[in-house]
């Protein structure tokens, strides 16, 4: 946080309404003959030392605080300007400008992105989304130095659904918060290769109907794609096994599996969120401004083309 306060300046100073403003931080080491230092001595280095960590912080308000749909859909979109790219670690060439904040300026990962960690904060009478929680936030460049932890990190029903293994149970979307992981990788896995369908929601989100099945339809049409991707690279390399020949080595362009082959890039989750019910919401920022109008005139030409 602090790399962020040092960077969010002149025309980035609007990021500091999505981030949490901590006073202090501290961390209480286990000390030796606790139960952490005794279960290392017993287990060796399959057991992963922790450290007890405290923050004092402003309070920041749950979702729930919320009285209304749309103050939601605000707070969500805020957070995707704020930090959405966490999950798109690769740049991608048609929109170096639209990077989340976090992730171009500062280069962290939070890693742990859920409903308990996307807050609010009341200010001057207006609402601001906050992603807060950062512990498992990591500095980008060490993505290259592989995992930071033996296990896995995050929270389980927001976690991809390749991390968890599988048998079906029913659509319950509250159980994800404590079933196994075999439970949650089959659930997840539905959502994201089934059609595009109506998901059930509570009465109070019946509006993110749209987000959702656009949203859904992307995950959907990627996931295809790079199965297709996938075919049609072990086809070719079964041709050239069998004839010996590698000129035809480069006919097929690699797979961009950060964004499932520009399906679910920064560009087309923003151009759904930035929207709800046919309303605009607040955008932040210069760079997110010429994106959304640079995305809209594209869309205008190509709606006109097919037109023609």
């Known amino acids: 946080m602090d790399r962020c306060k040092e960077l969010a300046q002149g025309k980035h100073a609007w990021v500091l309404n999505h981030l949490p403003d901590i006073t202090w931080s501290f961390n209480i080491p286990f000390r030796a003959g606790s139960p952490q230092d ?170 993110f109907h749209l987000w959702l099945t656009r949203l859904q339809e992307r995950l959907h049409r990627g996931v295809n794609n790079m199965g297709d991707h996938n075919f049609e690279a072990a086809k070719q390399e079964d041709s050239q096994f069998e004839t010996d020949d590698d000129s035809q080595s480069d006919n097929l362009p690699p797979f961009d599996i950060e964004t499932l082959g520009g399906q679910f890039s920064y560009e087309r989750v923003g151009m759904i969120l930035h929207k709800f019910k046919n309303e605009q919401l607040t955008t932040h920022g210069l760079e997110w401004q010429k994106i959304l109008e640079s995305l809209s005139q594209r869309d205008r030409v190509s709606r006109k083309r097919q037109r023609e």
């Open 38 to 207: 005794n279960l290392k001595t017993k287990i060796g280095d399959a057991y992963e030392m922790r450290v007890m960590r405290g923050i004092i912080q402003e309070e920041l308000k749950p979702l729930s605080y919320l009285q209304t749909a749309k103050q939601c859909a605000q707070v969500f979109y805020d957070v995707l300007q704020c930090e959405f790219s966490n999950h798109f670690k690769k740049p991608q060439r048609a929109i170096h400008a639209g990077h989340h904040w976090v992730w171009k300026y500062p280069e962290i990962l939070h890693r742990d992105i859920s409903q308990g960690n996307i807050m609010m904060r009341e200010k001057n009478g207006k609402m601001y989304g906050v992603l807060n929680d950062w512990d498992l936030a990591t500095w980008l460049n060490n993505e290259c130095d592989g995992p930071t932890f033996q296990f896995r990190t995050g929270t389980k029903p927001y976690m991809a659904h390749e991390q968890q293994s599988v048998r079906w149970e029913e659509f319950r979307f509250e159980e994800w918060h404590w079933r196994d992981d075999e439970f949650l990788r089959f659930q997840k896995n539905g959502v994201v290769h089934a059609a595009p369908s109506r998901l059930p929601v509570s009465p109070f989100f019946i509006g």
